[in-house]
């Protein structure tokens, strides 16, 4: 089967639109035609995309989805949103249309109509609870400080279905995938979309992860065969990832506390050409706004590949397939992430701070604002993290930041501690939340 890559340039070549490309739509003056197998397929009055033509004699992926006796129970081709919220008919920012949607103008993003910059944390594992009242506290207490932006994993995926009472919401087997909408499924992130809701909370919702943590590529890759590095043109696993998208959209599309949808956590091609990527990034972003034109959608990368202030160590370089400016510059990024961790990467932690003004700058020369989305260290938590917040505060073009991570002490314990986390209540928590949310003012 050829690569999405080939197709991509082969389309170029016959100005036939490749495979995921857009055909159609409102003021689109593109070409129509797709390549062979492919067809020009509705999607919304704004956007028509070139998917797998229903008369070709090409394997297309089953998808489909575990059986709920619950009224959130999917198929894969009508969800039943699980939040209230109406829309605002208030004219917002530059980016969406509702008030009561996280925007952005100009360089800054704004929460509630207001722009600003904003305090926030990373938590993996609060969509795994399955407590409610656990899920309640660690949103109060974050509520309670001032932090207004968490990022969590919107993907959970198993090859094998796992023990009773272990939360898993997508299981890929055999090239099938099969979305787990149940009590152990995606019920639990409804909970924490809805309490998240009412205590003004916002969500970044990650699709998939990049490392085998929670089943990520990898677990693609074992349903669908290729490699890692062949995830991003695997046509059946893009099948399934667009389908597994589509069912998450679906249901909080509508809900007030969806800061942005990501693409990835941490995206790497290593040794890929950077279009891999680029190509990729483009065509997942246009089929995500096609679905919600009203949140925003970000990458979730680590912001390697980087000419701005580079000083030529690793993460400047392009050696794992990205390049930030290009990917910062297609139309439906919103916005910029980058991450932080000196001591993975070969640097020391004074060089952190040329990291964050270098994105700031990238950002400022694409006029769009960037999230320092991931920073920390093991050890010194105040003395290196402090300096590092200090520095993106005030560096124009960075608008918020997300300590990794969130540690609480819930109804089983403390959350897990991998060496970065920054638990409620401790003095690391006064310096690097208190103290940085007073300072932000």
Not at 63 to 69: C, I, N, Q, V
Not at 160 to 181: E, F, H, R
Not at 250 to 256: E, G
Not at 360 to 378: I, R
């Amino acid at each position: 089967m050829q690569s999405l890559a080939i197709l991509l340039l082969a389309g170029l070549a016959s100005a036939a639109v490749s495979p995921y490309g857009q055909c159609g739509g409102v003021n689109y003056s593109g070409e129509t035609t797709c390549q062979s197998g492919w067809s020009c397929q509705y999607q919304n009055d704004y956007y028509s995309q070139c998917l797998v033509s229903t008369s070709s004699t090409t394997t297309t992926l089953a998808t489909t989805t575990k059986s709920t006796t619950t009224s959130k129970a999917t198929s894969t081709s009508s969800v039943s949103k699980t939040t209230t919220s109406a829309s605002s008919t208030t004219s917002g920012t530059s980016v969406g249309t509702s008030t009561e949607f996280v925007g952005i103008e100009g360089l800054n993003f704004t929460i509630n109509g207001e722009p600003g910059y904003f305090a926030g944390s990373n938590s993996y594992w609060i969509g795994f609870l399955t407590n409610n009242d656990d899920v309640d506290l660690v949103l109060d207490h974050m509520n309670e400080a001032g932090q207004r932006i968490l990022r969590i994993w919107g993907f959970n995926d198993v090859n094998t279905v796992p023990s009773s009472g272990t939360v898993y919401y997508q299981l890929l087997k055999d090239g099938v995938a099969t979305i787990n909408t149940g009590s152990d499924g995606l019920q639990r992130l409804d909970y924490v979309v809805a309490s998240a809701e009412k205590r003004n909370i916002k969500l970044i919702i990650n699709f998939v992860n990049n490392w085998s943590d929670y089943g990520g590529m990898a677990a693609y890759v074992t349903a669908f065969g290729g490699s890692q590095t062949t995830w991003y043109t695997n046509e059946d696993a893009q099948a399934a990832y667009r389908t597994y998208i589509k069912t998450v959209i679906a249901r909080y599309s509508d809900s007030s506390a969806i800061f942005a949808w990501e693409l990835a956590n941490e995206p790497r091609c290593n040794g890929c050409d950077v279009s891999t990527l680029y190509n990729w990034i483009k065509s997942t972003s246009a089929y995500i706004k096609s679905l919600d034109s009203e949140h925003l959608v970000c990458i979730g990368d680590e912001g390697f590949g980087l000419n701005v202030q580079s000083d030529g160590s690793y993460p400047f370089t392009y050696g794992e397939g990205s390049n930030f400016t290009m990917n910062l510059a297609i139309d439906d990024i919103d916005f910029g992430t980058f991450h932080l961790y000196p001591s993975s990467w070969g640097t020391t932690n004074d060089w952190g701070n040329l990291w964050i003004t270098a994105h700031g700058a990238a950002c400022v020369a694409a006029g769009k604002p960037c999230l320092f989305e991931e920073y920390g260290v093991t050890s010194d938590h105040c003395a290196v993290e402090a300096p590092w917040q200090t520095t993106a505060l005030h560096t124009k073009g960075i608008s918020a930041d997300l300590y990794w991570q969130l540690g609480d002490t819930l109804s089983t314990g403390q959350t897990s501690d991998d060496g970065n986390t920054i638990y409620y209540g401790t003095d690391d928590y006064t310096c690097l939340v208190t103290d940085h949310i007073a300072a932000i003012g």
